[in-house]
Every structure is written in C-alpha cells, then in structure tokens.
C-alpha cells in the first residue's frame, strides 16, 4: 500500500497514536507513521498518469489552509514560506479553478528542518529553491509539469490539520 513516512517526535507521538495512523514504531519519544490510503478524505482524488502542466502560486499548507476567511494564497511572501512551520507543513501549488482555490502538495518527503539545512527531498526541495532563488517577494508563480498518481498527503507538521490534498508528482517547475 502506497504511503507517506514521516518521523514525528515527542506529544505528537502520543496523538499520532490516539488518531490511528499506522505506527512502525514508537520508541525514545519518537514514532515513524505510514499515512495510508484509508485515512485519506472521502473525495475521489484526481489521478492522471499523463504528464500534465499546472500554474499556480507556490504556498504552505498552513498558508492555503482557508481560503474561505478571505485570503489570498497568491499573496503568500517568501519570507513567510521560508520560515520552519511553513516548511514543515508541505509546500505546494495554489491554483485557481473555476473561481475558487484548489491546492496540490509537491511530491517528496516533507522538511522536518531548516536548521542547518533544508531536508526535504524531490519538487518539496524543487519550490523550496524556487522561494529561496527568487528575486519576488510575493506572488511567487511557477508552473509544474507533473503527474496525478491518486496520492494524497496531509500536514505533519506540529499543527496538523488533517486535511488530505492530492499531490503532483512533479517533474520540473520552472518560476513565471
């Protein structure tokens, strides 16, 4: 079964326990999950193997989280997705369809640090040196060409949400 490792440290091991999550392991206050299809959202999720293209704005989890208040995560500023929680709750693509904002993780394990160096992997490393590399401030607008493969990730970072959001499989991402 596909899934999504992360390590997850201290009172979260507790709740990551009480929630369900498929725990590997528990030990030294820490504990290593596979997020599984069957906690993912009830929603059937997009899935294309085709290579497909996509332009957005890139944004954290915590950043898009909701839209419905009012903002704008098109406006997201770099200095706010360079910072450790935004990093830590997954980057990704905020684009707008049909008049409302819909958002993608990027593909790759999720950073659990900045400090000393950014340790996430694949397109999360991918937007992590688009922001970190752009001259802009805000509007940060890239355009990922990539696949839907069914996958679905939430955030684990210390302020989980649980909400599931597909994720590209990204295969280059070029700043526009």
Known sequence: MKGINHTLSGLLCVLVLMSGAMATACSNNTV???ITASQTSSTSL???TENETFT???TAEDDFVDP??????SKDTRGMILMNLMARSGLGLAVQESGSWEFYYFSGKFATTINPAFDGTGGQLMAWNTVLNTKKQDHIAVTVTGTLNGDSATNPGPDADGIFYPVITVNTMVES
């Open 46 to 48: 997009p899935v294309n």
């Open 68 to 73: 419905q208040i009012g903002v704008d995560p």
């Open 32 to 34: 290593d999950t596979q």
């Open 56 to 58: 957005g704005f890139i």
